[in-house]
Nanobody, 122 residues
Framework: QVQLVESGGGLVQAGGSLRLSCTAS????????MGWFRQAPGKEREFVAA????????FYADSVKGRFTISRDNAKSTAYLQMNSLKPEDTAVYYC???????????????WGQGTQVTVSS
């Protein structure tokens, strides 16, 4: 059974940094694009960043561009989201997802993690 497990969330002050990890099991990781999404209380899930199978192509939501970096290590079946200069509005549950396409459309991702909470205090 495919599993995606996120880790690295927590509480951080505004301006701080966190690195999220997403480790896959029972999945041919190198065959899948990876995406990060987030959902804040009372809001819809939104796209954050995506990376293609090789790591050679990435793209970001405008709200995080220049602050967040997505990467992957196919040998470790792990994707990362480095988050710098965090703002209170980044507070959300962050989810990783695996899919056949490198896209911001959440319905194109077939596998999802359980989420990890990120809280940024002002």
């Amino acid at each position: 059974q495919v599993q995606l497990v996120e880790s690295g969330g927590g509480l951080v002050q505004a301006g701080g940094s966190l690195r999220l990890s997403c480790t896959a099991s029972e999945l041919t990781f190198r065959n899948f694009a990876m995406g990060w999404f987030r959902q804040a209380p009372g809001k819809e899930r939104e796209f954050v960043a995506a990376i293609n199978w090789s790591g050679g192509w990435t793209f970001y939501a405008d709200s995080v561009k220049g602050r967040f970096t997505i990467s992957r290590d196919n040998a470790k079946s792990t994707a990362y989201l480095q988050m710098n200069s965090l703002k209170p509005e980044d507070t959300a549950v962050y989810y990783c997802a695996a899919g056949a396409q490198t896209t911001q459309e959440s319905n194109k991702y077939g596998y999802w993690g359980q989420g990890t909470q990120v809280t940024v205090s002002s």
